[in-house]
């Protein structure tokens, strides 16, 4: 069985562009959070859809935005990239709300120069 | 507000036993969890806590107290494979069922 998948694996971005990224969650997860690890740090909350909705919201800039679809894959949109927008952005998957034993994809290591 | 504090490196020997803490504090507690991650790859989820005592798996042991809000991952037999980030983790209740991850414990095993 395929894991989380995410893409791009790395990205490189000018200040002030925009960038999608996207998650594709293991079969039957329903649940898709992202986060943001920048380097030596733990993941940070971004945000969290279950059954499509929106079901959580981390402390981050409304440039920072997201959607899931009908088959549970997810993007994560960000507007205006900032140089500490920089980061390993981590989507993990969920067969409920859960709350433990999340399983994250690889990330897409996006570089904003 | 809610935080979670654990040691940045801890080193040891093959075959030693290491011990991570991580004390808490959050609104609300819905248990522990314990992640480990490979020079930035993807998290791995390794054990979770939601009552009081120790849970095995293997070589890797997990301990709660919820009255001092207090756990621990205990790692035995440890192999030069263990070397990684260590991440206790806490349910945010102000977000649905997000995580929230502590600083993570950078653990260097040696031969």
């Known amino acids: 069985d395929a894991g989380v998948t995410q893409s791009p694996t790395h990205l490189i971005k000018t200040r002030g562009q925009h960038v999608t990224l996207r998650c594709s969650p293991i079969s039957g997860h329903k649940s898709v959070s992202w986060y943001q690890q920048v380097l030596g740090q733990g993941p940070q909350f971004i945000f969290q859809y279950y059954e499509k909705e929106e079901r959580g919201r981390g402390n981050f800039p409304d440039r920072f935005s997201a959607r899931q679809f009908p088959n549970y894959s997810s993007e994560l949109n960000v507007n205006a990239l900032l140089l500490g927008d920089s980061a390993l952005y981590l989507c993990?998957?969920?067969?409920?709300?859960?709350?433990?034993?999340?399983?994250f994809g690889s990330g897409t290591r996006l570089t904003v120069v | 507000g809610q935080s979670l504090e654990q040691p940045s490196e801890v080193t040891a020997v093959e075959g030693a036993i290491v011990q991570i803490n991580c004390t808490y504090q959050t609104s609300g507690f819905y248990g522990l969890s314990w992640y480990q991650q490979h020079d930035g790859g993807a998290p791995t989820f390794l054990s979770y806590?939601?009552?009081?005592g120790l849970e095995e798996t293997g070589r890797f042991s997990s301990f709660l107290s919820r009255s001092d809000s207090y756990g621990y991952l205990l790692l035995q037999e440890l192999q030069m494979k263990d070397s990684a980030s260590y991440f206790c983790?806490?349910?945010?209740?102000?977000?649905?069922?997000?995580?929230?991850f502590g600083k993570g414990t950078t653990l260097s095993v040696s031969s």
């Open positions: 806590n939601a009552l009081d």
């Open positions: 993990a998957s969920s067969s409920g709300q859960g709350g433990y034993g999340y399983t």
């Open positions: 983790a806490v349910r945010d209740g102000q977000a649905g069922t997000a995580l929230i």
